[in-house]
């Protein structure tokens, strides 16, 4: 068992299934439990696409929680048809993937969270790659989480790019700028993964066949979801030369910083709707003089980590 363990807080898509994969695969970290939220897909879909994800590999072990549903200012949500479009509709391109035997825990995600991060503490990594409701509710239900995690790294936001929704925007911020803003300026020991640094790691058809020709079920499963995504990404015109690794890029910074170089910046996310940056990740003026808790990847060692990024799907899917 690693000393590390780890909870992915998934909105199940296709890059979302990826980051599961490595996870999964990776020798360093025990992943304890995937917590379901929106985004790529309602809670519930994405909730059902990991469990059958991970029974596809052979990880029954590994519980999966029901998150929060819907923003913290919203009673409702409802997908995006981008997202429909990039990821599917059922947010896993398409694909029909058999149905794990294990049902969804009875416990909340969000209790869930609380619980580990006071039985793991410095040992946790908390990884959502989705909107940041789950933790904003968290530290609301149990301020002292915020000082016991010991690593909470996000796919999420961008500082030196523009957004994928707006010019300033991500799409996982997007889905909930106030949730973040709180975990922005709560949460300490946090790293931003955004679009600075993965729309600069991509994957090619020529990647997703070489895990067909292992002629495993989980090698072509995940073949052709991810197909599904890189085909998307060059009809939609978001990038013709692969798609980006978003969610498996935030994984491996969370196991393995070197990937990546990171700003010292306290941040922000703005809510206001009415000023035209809303949902925007920025440094924050107020804390400009405070000891620094949270940092920015901005440059990514893409030669280096997209080819061990294969290497690992190589191994988890053979």
């Known amino acids: 068992m690693a000393d590390k363990k780890m909870i992915l ?14 996870a999964v695969g990776h020798p360093d970290v025990d992943l304890i439990g995937i917590i379901a939220s929106y985004g790529n897909t309602i809670t519930t879909t994405a909730a059902q696409n990991s469990l059958d994800l991970l029974h596809l590999l052979g990880a029954d072990d590994v519980p999966v929680f029901l998150g929060e549903s819907h923003s913290i200012t919203t009673d409702s949500f409802t997908v995006m048809e981008i997202s429909k479009k990039i990821h599917g509709q059922n947010a896993i391109g398409d694909v029909q993937v058999a149905k794990s035997p ?12 609380i619980e580990a991060a006071h039985q793991y503490g410095e040992n946790l990594i908390y990884l959502p790659t989705g909107p940041l409701t789950n933790m904003a509710v968290a530290l609301k239900k149990d301020p002292s989480i915020a000082g016991l995690i010991g690593q909470t790294t996000l796919m999420g936001g961008a500082l030196t790019v523009p957004g994928n929704v707006t010019p300033f925007t991500e799409a996982n911020i997007h889905q909930d700028p106030e949730a973040a803003d709180v975990v922005f300026k709560e949460q300490k020991n946090l790293t931003m993964v955004g679009l600075d640094v993965t729309l600069r790691t991509l994957l090619t058809n020529d990647d997703t066949q070489q895990w067909r020709d292992l002629g495993t079920e989980a090698g072509k499963i995940f073949a052709d979801i991810v197909d599904y995504y890189i085909k998307a990404y060059y009809d939609l015109d978001i990038d013709k030369r692969g798609a980006a690794l978003h969610d498996p890029l935030a994984v491996a910074v969370a196991l393995d910083h070197s990937y990546v170089t990171e700003l010292p910046l306290n941040m922000k996310v703005t809510y206001d709707r009415e000023s035209g940056d809303y949902g925007r990740t920025i440094g924050d003026p107020d804390k400009l003089l405070d000891p620094t808790y949270s940092t920015a990847a901005v440059l990514v060692d893409a030669d280096r980590f997209v ?6 799907m190589l191994s988890v899917l053979k």
Request: glycine share 6%; aromatic share 10%; charged share 30%.
């Open 307 to 312: 080819p061990d990024f294969q290497k690992m």
């Open 102 to 113: 294990r049902p969804v825990e009875k416990q909340s995600g969000v209790d869930f969270l």
């Open 9 to 22: 807080d998934l909105d199940t898509g296709v890059d979302d299934a990826m980051a599961l994969a490595y």
